[in-house]
Every structure is written in C-alpha cells, then in structure tokens.
C-alpha cells in the first residue's frame, strides 16, 4: 500500500511541474488552465469553425469563461502577476464588446 502512495505521490508531483511554470521560487507564471479558461478556449475554437446560431453560442461561451477566468485571476490569483493577467483580460473584454455595440 505505501507504495501505491508513493506512487500517487510521485506521479502529483510530476504533474505539477508539467502543469506549472514557475519564476522566481514559488512564483507562478503559467498553470494548468482552470475549467473557465477552458471552456473559453473551446468556445473560441468552436466559433472558428461554426457559424448562424452555433456560432453566436460559441461566442457567448467565450465570453463568459473568458470573464470568469479574469475575474478569479483578478481576484484570486496567486501573485501580482496573475492579478495584473486577470485585470488585462478583464480589460480586453470591455474594449472588445465595447466595439461590438457600435
């Protein structure tokens, strides 16, 4: 059984290096997309490829999991870093839907 264990644990460890890119020691850069930051990007893909009302939905999705991610970023994030990516996001999508309403 603690084998297993040391397994698991070894196998967590791996993972979070492969999923994690780290500065300065415990300074986060990058990490494993987070369920909104995925959603967006499948809805971008989606809407790359669809058009008429499928495509109006992919970029609904893209809207909201994009918003989503910038807002937990902006206020959760772990670093300044990730807090300045949240509020770059949060930024680009006001400009973005801001030119839609033209």
């Known amino acids: 059984m603690t084998g297993e264990s040391g397994a698991l644990a070894s196998l967590r460890q791996h993972w979070q ?4 890119l780290e500065g300065p020691p415990g ?27 499928a495509h109006s939905v992919a970029r609904a999705l893209f809207v ?9 970023e902006l206020f959760q994030g772990v670093n300044w870093f990730r807090r300045l990516i949240g509020a770059g996001a949060l930024a680009y999508l006001v400009v973005m839907l801001a030119g839609q309403l033209n």
């Open 64 to 72: 909201i999991g994009f918003a989503v991610f910038a807002w937990l």
């Open 17 to 20: 290096r492969l999923s994690r």
């Open 27 to 53: 300074f986060i850069l990058w990490q494993f997309p987070n369920p909104p930051l995925i959603l967006a990007l499948v809805a971008l893909v989606a809407g790359w490829l669809t058009s008429g009302t």
